[in-house]
């Protein structure tokens, strides 16, 4: 009953039922199977250039993992709590295929590296399959950018509105906030993309593997220079799952980003800003109040930050303090990443559509606009202009706000006369700054909401996603 185990030599008696059931984790590390037996054949191929395997041996096991893994993915594979984890699954599977030859496979590796490695080539990929939908959710916003070409937004602070943007300017903003989440990702990608296997146990191996090979076979390269990335110390590279907190804060924040961009929409389609149509399609009703429209995607979307945060909580405690080198607490590293990488994916699946097939309502949008005095602070910066300090050109014009106030009136409807008697310093000119179209005309410097700079940040976003040929450096190694 004990044989099969991995280290049934030592022991004499059968685990318990309910520690093997307490102990396993192939019920959710069940979808690393392809990156496992990726790596295993790489180890393999490795081992017979060393003289380790023989060439048929070699083949063999070769062939064996991918018919194994055919059986997985075709839903014929059978799982069982007692052989624990997916690597002892696999192994197990090749065993029964091949008998010694599969008892070759883990010559020069342990469970500790072999996990790592497994758990990089996952990470990877979904960097990679992460960096594809924000790169899809940038060009939503661009083409968002043309269409909503005429349009212009109160921009809020303190949720009050504050001065006008142009609705391209906003959705740009979110291009720049994804555009870092990308390139955060591509950092970690370096750290990710290095090899953990030959560390073994802990200590490395007594045998002459080369650890360069398995590198270059699984895309442990470095992209730039085409060397093999492999760790350099084996205590530090089965202990090390810094990789994972990073990713995760990675995703973190594109969850971040994500949700306020949900909040500053659920507000906007609110009864009470009319800014934005949700396509109903995108919307759910009420059970019990016939005339509601829901926006509980945006809100699901916001919510799911709360989960990517905890799920990154939950790594920075398991790790810490965790004495040198593998900790079978490690196991528990799997399903806070695996939530991490569904909420994230889905998150940005359904993003993705709804800004496509959302629509302003520019005139709802506008009839807000010459209410609240948003061009204000375009008036201060004209007084300023004619030599006034910034305190006073501040209280004048916040006094000719007040009278306008009192009147009823926006700025623009004042007349020259009812403007100078607070502000003489303002001539004619001054009404090339004022309502919410001129306003924004009027602003110049580099990263404003100016229509010129917008246009060219336009373009240079149209060019930049449109020269990215892949996203990230290919890891197919060879
Ligand atoms: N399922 C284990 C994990 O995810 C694999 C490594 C087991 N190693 C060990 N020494 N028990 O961490």
């Known amino acids: 009953m004990v044989s099969w185990k ?112 497994t758990m990089r080539l996952w990470v990877r990929e979904s960097i990679e399959q992460i960096d594809g939908l924000l790169r899809h959710l940038q060009e939503a916003f661009v083409e968002r950018c043309e269409r909503d070409e005429q349009v212009i937004l109160p921009g809020y602070t303190h949720l009050r509105r504050a001065q006008p943007v142009l609705a391209a300017h906003y959705w740009l903003c979110y291009c720049e906030k994804f555009q870092r989440d990308r ?99 995108f919307c759910t009703g009420s059970s019990i109040m016939p005339q509601k429209r829901n926006p509980d995607v945006l809100e699901l979307i916001r919510a799911k930050t709360a989960r990517v945060i905890g799920d990154l909580q939950a790594l920075l405690v398991l790790i810490k303090a965790l004495p040198l080198a593998y900790n079978r607490d490690l196991q528990e590293d799997k399903p806070p990443v695996f939530d991490a990488v569904d909420t994230v994916r889905a998150c940005l699946e359904i993003a993705i559509p709804l800004i496509q097939e959302a629509e302003l309502d520019a005139g709802a949008i506008s009839e807000r606009l010459e209410q609240g005095y948003l061009d204000a602070t375009g008036l201060m910066e004209y007084l300023i202009g004619r030599g006034l300090p910034q305190r006073t050109a501040h209280e004048r014009v916040g006094r000719l706000v007040r009278r306008a106030m009192e009147m009823g009136l926006p700025l623009g409807s004042l007349s020259l006369e009812q403007i100078q008697e607070i502000c003489p310093e303002a001539d004619q000119g001054v009404f090339q700054v004022l309502g919410a179209q001129r306003a924004v005309s009027a602003m110049q410097s580099y990263g404003s909401t100016s229509p010129a700079e917008v246009r060219r940040q336009i373009e240079l976003w149209k060019t930049r996603l449109a020269a990215e040929t892949t996203c990230l450096p290919s890891d197919t190694g060879q």
Do not use: Y
């Not at 091949?98 to 010559?107: I, M, P």
């Open 6 to 117: 991995a280290w049934a030599g030592v022991f004499t008696q059968a685990t318990d039922p309910r520690v093997e059931e307490f102990t396993e984790s192939v019920s959710f590390d069940r979808r690393l199977f392809a990156e496992d037996i990726r790596g295993s054949i790489a180890h393999a191929q490795m081992l017979a250039k060393v003289g380790l395997l023989s060439q048929q041996e070699c083949q063999q096991i070769e062939q064996a993992l991918h018919e194994i893994e055919e059986e997985i993915r075709s839903g014929r594979f059978l799982f069982r709590p007692e052989l624990e984890d997916i690597h002892m699954h696999i192994e197990r599977a090749l065993t029964d295929r091949l008998g010694d030859v599969g008892r070759k496979l883990h010559t020069a590796r342990s469970r500790n590296d072999q996990v790592a490695t």
């Open 183 to 281: 390139d955060r990702l591509s950092d970690c990608r370096r750290r990710v993309n290095v090899l953990p296997l030959g560390s073994a146990a802990l200590a490395g191996t007594t045998l002459a593997i080369d650890r360069d090979e398995v590198a270059c076979r699984l895309g442990f390269v470095d992209p730039q220079t085409g060397q093999p990335q492999v760790s350099a110390n084996s205590l530090d590279a089965v202990s090390d799952r810094d990789f994972l907190l990073e990713f995760v804060f990675d995703l973190v924040l594109i969850a971040e980003h994500l949700s306020t961009w949900a909040e500053d929409w659920i507000l906007w389609s609110s009864q009470e800003f009319g800014f934005l149509k949700l396509p109903e399609a």
